[in-house]
């Protein structure tokens, strides 16, 4: 099936400090999701995005669509403590059903004070 | 908002249990899903629904069941619990029209098989 790949698996950083992550796949999406799960909580959705070329902001969040339909990437700017968590890419086919949903590994983002 | 709840945060069981999970959502929405959640693997899909009494197999169906028996309600059942099926489960649900419709997650239930 499709994989995508999500780079850095973890990344240690200052507070304050501006932080970018993101997914790639050898295969085409639709939409791309972006989630944030909080420890012993599920994924909540952060931003969707439905089209090639698309920007989009959520407060202090950033993400983009790539111009391929084959990546994305997820900014956060001046990182917060409550910024914690695992960071989840998912990508959906538009074939219809849990079958065009991808997602990544993950990046575990910890914040040093 | 969409609330998707389950009803166990927390659970603990012995090897060879019946264990049932349980999972309701408040939107209408046609899609449920069950995933487990393990260090370094991701969210890994076990069985989806579309429909009430519809329900079809993910990548890690084995050991596992579902039951749709209502919209909104989707149930996953470890048949006789094994250690290996200690982790994460979420349940999560999305509408089945539009365009490439979001998966809303529960909180997660830590299952722990002794």
């Known amino acids: 099936g499709q994989q995508l790949n999500q780079s850095p698996q973890s990344m240690f950083i200052q507070e304050g400090e501006d932080v970018s992550m993101n997914c790639t796949s050898s295969s085409i999406f639709n939409t791309w999701l972006w989630y944030k799960q909080d420890p012993g909580e599920g994924p909540v959705l952060l931003i969707a995005?439905?089209?090639?070329?698309e920007l989009t902001s959520n407060g202090r969040l950033t993400a983009q669509f790539g111009i391929t339909r084959k990546d994305s990437f997820l900014n956060i700017s001046a990182s917060i403590p409550s910024d914690v968590g695992i960071y989840f890419c998912a990508g959906i086919t538009g074939g219809g059903g849990a079958d065009g949903l991808t997602f990544g590994k993950g990046t575990h983002l910890i914040i040093q004070p | 908002d969409v609330k998707v709840t389950q009803s166990s945060r927390y659970l603990v069981k012995r090897t060879g249990e019946k264990v049932f999970l349980e999972c309701v959502q408040d939107m209408d929405h046609e899609n449920m899903f069950w995933y487990r959640q393990d260090p370094g693997l991701g969210l890994r899909l076990i069985y989806f629904s579309y429909d009430v009494k519809m329900k079809e197999k993910g990548d890690i169906p084995e050991g596992y069941s579902v039951s749709r028996e209502k919209k909104e309600r989707f149930s996953l059942i470890l048949e006789s619990a094994s250690t290996n099926q200690t982790s994460m489960y979420l349940c999560?649900?999305?509408?089945?029209?539009?365009?490439?419709?979001?998966?809303?997650f529960g909180d997660g239930t830590r299952l722990s098989i002794l």
């Open positions: 995005l439905y089209k090639a070329g």
């Open positions: 999560a649900s999305s509408r089945l029209t539009g365009p490439n419709q979001p998966q809303h």
